[in-house]
């Protein structure tokens, strides 16, 4: 313990420490070339250790992941595209990756939805505050924790008896079910029943973006509309939607890449069995359970090359936007 | 001007020392304390922790060293890593012994035979978990802190009154009473479900085909597809069919929780198969008392494999070269640390020594597990990790729609396949 303090005072110090240091060794230096060369090379001195952490942490990693993914189980021999063909080839990686595709579709189009709809709702009520905190609340939650708080939401009892789960309670008051949730592969309800608990933890995200970017479009334009004689329905078609609209890019994107990479929801729940694994649960299987870092690294490389045209169009946005402003 | 220098110097020098600081705190990162304190990494947490704990207070108190434990349920991904990365505990439970072997090749685990001394060893550890903990190269590499019964049949005293069955078909097709089916089988278990019906698969196969076929099956050399283990799992299969709440309460509720329809009233079921720790859940899940439950063995199925069982045990192994880890390694094989967990009930010891039991369901348990004629480790925690978690799942399939069996078993075989030559 007392080891581990040590250590934590020495990161906490050490390390502003060693930049400050670092800043002004670089000056130092500085001073013995001339002053107009001098300036063109601090920014990328002042830089570099930054880039030096993104090149160790990140672009070596991705690099060395792309590398393993044409090597063998052990990472030892060449195989080409064995991993790749493996990947595109058998039949639990493509349910895995049909999934994954279900995921962004719903679970975007959940949480960009409700969130919209709530941010606009709450925005014309006096309880505002207590509604969005009520809503942000489960953000707050571990995906773990929240997956296990559902696992009692869809707990499934013989017919018959009473049921403990709620939502079973609740569709049991108007004579119907048991469902077992996160089971029951007819109409893919497991997979819908997951994707639900992702909606219902990120909508709070959506949600505050959303209301802040409301808050954001000026009142007299709203007003001028109404002046004009459209009606509410208009006013949100034709203005706040439109408005919005860069908002809602960016908080798409967002939800996209992180349904992509959800996890720990179907891990808690079902492992992936039940016909809903997701990529990124396959990646983590490859990886620990079979230990073939070979299909594991494939498998990161298609989820990161799935993800990269999302965040290419999420960089582009925040560029416009720049601009705009 | 030169003021402004003598503190930047002072500040250089400072950032020097802090550099130098950063990295020494960075190599040091890797020691895990002191000598004085021992880091323990096991699956145990609540009862179990506790009951660890107790087990280890008196070496404590003795020796004044610390121990420092963490309980760990995705304890096979965390040696993995930290195998890989350098950072490990030093003396860690063991996912089971296909995975010990592994972390011995690799040159993490340690050889015990300095650390124990062997021939107590030996004389006081039933042979098969001393077998069990050696490597190939014949050094001990792991010991058993408890051990476990599995194939037992558990039922309500209240319901079942006959005589045990000394059959399996006397087993199958004994008078339900009022219970509404013969069985209850439970497998959820988070990311492991469907480990109670490989013990199930286990049991059968050891009992129908012999420990010949069951090492054979569980090293790789025998095929899933084969008659023998697909006879097993359509044995299991008569046994789902008469399962209380069929394939969706069946894949849906907790093994913890699995025993509770013994105790309703009417019954779900009569009987309820699963090692000897189950008890503890029958009293805090299920509302039973003690005396409102028994057990029989699982009866023999072919008389050429008569009285064979299958059990588990808690592995553990050493990572570091610390004489205090070393010390409490050896600590905990005694029949005097054994006893501790015993006396607070869920498990029954590996060390010989260890005889007195604090109720008759596990003195029981513990005179059949030492008597054995037959007696296998569980087969799932023997085979490698990617064919233990195809198992697994295989059940958790079997159990959703039976008619999958051929495809279940041939990818079985795939999996054996790609698994076993690592």
Redo the contacts between chains.
């Keep these: 313990m007392e080891q581990r303090i040590i250590t934590a005072a020495i990161v906490l110090l050490g390390v502003p420490l060693v930049l400050v240091g670092y800043i002004l060794l670089c000056e130092r230096l500085l001073r013995f070339v001339p002053e107009k060369r001098g300036d063109r090379i601090r920014p990328w001195l002042w830089i570099a250790p930054a880039v030096a952490f993104l090149v160790v942490f990140l672009i070596y990693p991705t690099f060395n992941t792309l590398v393993l993914s044409f090597m063998d189980a052990t990472s030892r021999n060449f195989v080409g595209l064995d991993n790749y063909l493996w990947f595109f080839g058998d039949p639990s990686t493509i349910e895995a990756l049909r999934n994954s595709v279900l995921w962004v579709i719903f679970m975007t189009a959940g949480v960009v939805g409700l969130g919209l709809l709530i941010a606009v709702l709450v925005d014309r009520v006096r309880y505002e505050p207590v509604a969005k905190t009520a809503i942000f609340v489960p953000l707050a939650i571990s995906f773990v924790a929240a997956a296990i708080i559902w696992n009692f939401m869809y707990q499934y009892k013989p017919p018959g008896t009473p049921q403990t789960g709620t939502v079973n309670a609740v569709i049991g008051l108007v004579a119907l079910g048991p469902i077992d949730w996160i089971r029951e592969r007819t109409f893919l309800i497991d997979n819908f029943a997951l994707i639900f608990i992702g909606v219902w933890i990120w909508t709070g995200f959506a949600m505050v973006i959303l209301s802040a970017g409301l808050k954001g479009i000026s009142v007299e334009l709203l007003e001028a509309a109404r002046v004009d004689g459209a009606n509410e329905w208009q006013v949100f078609r034709r203005i706040i939607f439109p408005l919005l609209l860069p908002t809602i890019y960016v908080v798409a994107t967002t939800i996209i890449i992180t349904a992509l990479k959800s996890f720990d929801i179907v891990y808690t729940l079902t492992n992936g069995a039940f016909g809903t694994d997701v990529i990124a649960r396959k990646m983590f299987f490859e990886m620990f359970t079979t230990q073939n870092f070979g299909r594991a690294s494939a498998v990161a490389i298609v989820l990161l090359v799935a993800i990269i045209p999302f965040m290419a169009v999420n960089i582009r946005r925040f560029r416009e936007q720049e601009a705009i402003r | 001007m030169t003021r402004r220098r003598t503190t930047?110097r002072g500040?250089?020098a400072?950032?020097?020392v802090?550099?130098m600081?950063?990295l020494?705190?960075c190599s040091?990162?890797q020691s895990s304390?002191?000598d004085k304190s021992v880091t323990v990494v096991g699956t145990w947490g609540g009862s179990e922790q506790e009951s660890f704990l107790a087990m280890v207070k008196p070496w404590e108190d003795k020796t004044g060293n610390k121990v420092k434990y963490t309980g760990s349920r995705g304890l096979?991904?965390y040696l993995?890593?930290a195998v890989q990365s350098g950072t490990l505990p030093d003396l860690a439970g063991l996912p089971g012994p296909g995975e010990m072997q592994g972390f011995y090749a690799q040159g993490a685990l340690k050889a015990l035979d300095d650390v124990l001394d062997m021939n107590t060893y030996t004389a006081e550890t039933a042979p098969a978990f001393v077998d069990l903990g050696k490597a190939p190269d014949g050094k001990t590499i792991g010991v058993f802190i408890k051990s476990a019964l599995k194939g037992l049949i558990w039922y309500n005293t209240g319901n079942f009154t006959g005589e045990p069955p000394t059959s399996w078909d006397a087993v199958m097709s004994t008078d339900k009473g009022n219970a509404e089916n013969l069985w209850c089988v439970a497998l959820e278990s988070?990311?492991?479900?469907?480990w109670p019906g490989t013990d199930w698969i286990e049991d059968i196969v050891l009992r129908t085909a012999g420990p010949q076929v069951y090492d054979d099956w569980v090293n790789g050399k025998h095929k899933w597809s084969s008659p023998e283990i697909k006879a097993a799992f359509e044995a299991f299969g008569d046994v789902l069919d008469d399962t209380?709440?069929g394939p969706?309460?069946i894949?849906?509720t907790n093994f913890g929780d699995g025993g509770n329809p013994l105790f309703t009233d009417p019954p779900?079921c009569l009987f309820h198969h699963q090692a000897s720790f189950i008890t503890d859940f029958f009293k805090k899940q299920g509302g039973a008392q003690d005396g409102e439950f028994d057990f029989f063995p699982m009866p023999d199925m072919n008389a050429d494999f008569a009285g064979a069982f299958t059990g588990a045990g808690d592995l553990f192994g050493l990572f570091s070269d610390k004489a205090a880890a070393k010390d409490l390694l050896k600590y905990l094989t005694t029949a005097e640390a054994q006893q501790i967990w015993v006396d607070r009930g869920g498990a029954l010891s590996a060390n010989t020594k260890v005889t007195k039991y604090p109720d008759p369901v596990s003195e029981r348990s513990a005179k059949i597990l030492t008597g054995a004629k037959i007696f296998r480790f569980d087969g799932g925690d023997l085979m490698p990790?990617?064919m233990k978690?195809a198992f697994f799942?295989a059940m958790?399939?079997f159990a959703?729609d039976q008619s999958k069996l051929d495809s279940i078993l041939t990818s079985l075989d795939e999996t054996a396949a790609s698994?076993y030559t690592?």
């Design positions: 930047l500040l250089g400072v950032a020097t802090a550099v600081l950063v020494a705190a040091g990162g304390g002191d096979g991904a993995t890593t988070g990311a492991d479900s469907g209380y709440g969706t309460l894949n849906s779900g990790q990617a978690a799942r958790v399939d959703e698994s690592q």
